[in-house]
């Protein structure tokens, strides 16, 4: 189902629709990532410009479609100045991240066992994704942060998940240096914002 019509809408769908059948996690992540990073290279794709409004507080999140035969959704998030998320999950869900506009950092943690009931990390790479870039999450190496660097400008990226992203688990540092006590697991329902 489409939220809304946009230049290259139905070359998008029809790019992911082509990956979700190869069958394995694996293939299809590279299929997307690679049909991803070209799509937003060669400008096939114009996404709505309410993907260019910021939320006040928080970054946007817009649902611009949902596959009723594969179950897979596509979700444009608009991140202002600054914007990010705390480390998070994904629920187990594979997903394909594509930057379209700005620059963003990701940082991947590795889940470590927990102690005393607290979840612990350890941070196992990063980059600094711009446009025409595109990475994937398979879990059980989903857990990651994303932020905006910019002190002026948005950036806006184009989320494909194995299925409807409706919460996911977040960890926020229980006080202390940098996580060094530990992080404390909530489940957090994600809202979404609307597309016109």
């Not at 870039?133 to 660097?149: C, D, F, K, V």
């Given at each position: 189902m489409l939220t809304t019509e946009f230049p290259g809408c139905h070359t998008l769908i029809d790019a992911i629709d082509a990956a979700v059948v190869k069958g394995s996690t694996p293939a299809i992540t590279d299929s997307l990532r690679n049909s991803l990073c070209k799509l937003?290279?060669?400008?096939e794709v114009k996404l709505p410009d309410c993907v260019l409004e910021t939320a006040e507080g928080r970054y946007a999140r817009r649902e611009l479609y949902i596959s009723e035969e594969?179950?897979?959704c596509v979700v444009a998030m608009t991140w202002g100045p600054g914007q990010g998320t705390p480390i998070h999950d994904h629920c187990?869900?594979?997903?394909v991240e594509g930057v379209w506009r700005g620059t963003l950092d990701v940082v991947?943690?590795?889940r470590l066992e927990d102690e005393d009931g607290r979840c612990r990390f350890q941070p196992v790479g990063s980059i600094q994704a711009g446009p025409g870039?595109?990475?994937?999450?398979?879990?059980?190496?989903?857990?990651?942060?994303?932020?905006?660097?910019s002190d002026d400008s948005i950036a806006v990226s184009l989320h494909i998940y194995s299925g409807n992203?409706?919460?996911?688990a977040t960890f926020q540092p229980l006080p202390g240096e940098h996580g060094e006590h530990g992080y404390l697991r909530k489940e957090n329902q994600l809202g979404l914002d609307p597309v016109h």
């Open positions: 937003i290279r060669n400008q594969h179950g897979y187990g869900m594979w997903c991947q943690y590795e870039s595109a990475g994937s999450l398979i879990p059980p190496h989903e857990y990651h942060t994303i932020r905006n660097p992203m409706t919460h996911c």
